[in-house]
């Protein structure tokens, strides 16, 4: 299985920016999909999560601004950021938590897209 995220880059603040993730491979299912950030010096964390049905979380800094969605179909997780700001900077990471077709559960992690606003 492999996670493919794309749709980072260099926006000001206030601007928008879509990010996608891709499952491929055998896939049976995938229960749970989100996005976490990562910024030097720091751990990874949280910005949004989907469940297998449609349940969403977000981290209080993203509410109202960021909105997470899937596409059972494609195995396509997004992450659409409206309103930027400069603390929105850094490395965004999908992962999914899927079942194989071979019924085994695996948790697999995207390779990360560079999201920077500037100010």
């Known amino acids: 299985v492999q996670l493919q995220a794309f749709g980072g880059g260099l926006v000001q603040a206030g601007g928008s920016l879509r990010l996608s993730c891709a499952a491929s491979g055998t896939i049976s299912s995938i229960n749970y999909m989100g996005w976490y950030r990562q910024v030097p010096g720091k751990q990874r964390e949280l910005v949004a999560q989907i469940t297998g049905g449609g349940i969403t979380d977000y981290a209080d800094s993203v509410k109202g601004r960021f909105t997470i969605s899937r596409d059972n179909a494609e195995n396509t997780v997004y992450l659409q950021m409206n309103s930027l700001k400069p603390e929105d900077t850094g490395v965004y990471y999908c992962?999914?938590?899927?079942?194989?077709?071979?019924?085994?559960?695996?948790?697999?992690w995207g390779q990360g897209t560079q999201v920077t606003v500037s100010s």
């Open positions: 992962k999914t938590n899927l079942r194989t077709s071979l019924g085994r559960s695996s948790i697999n």
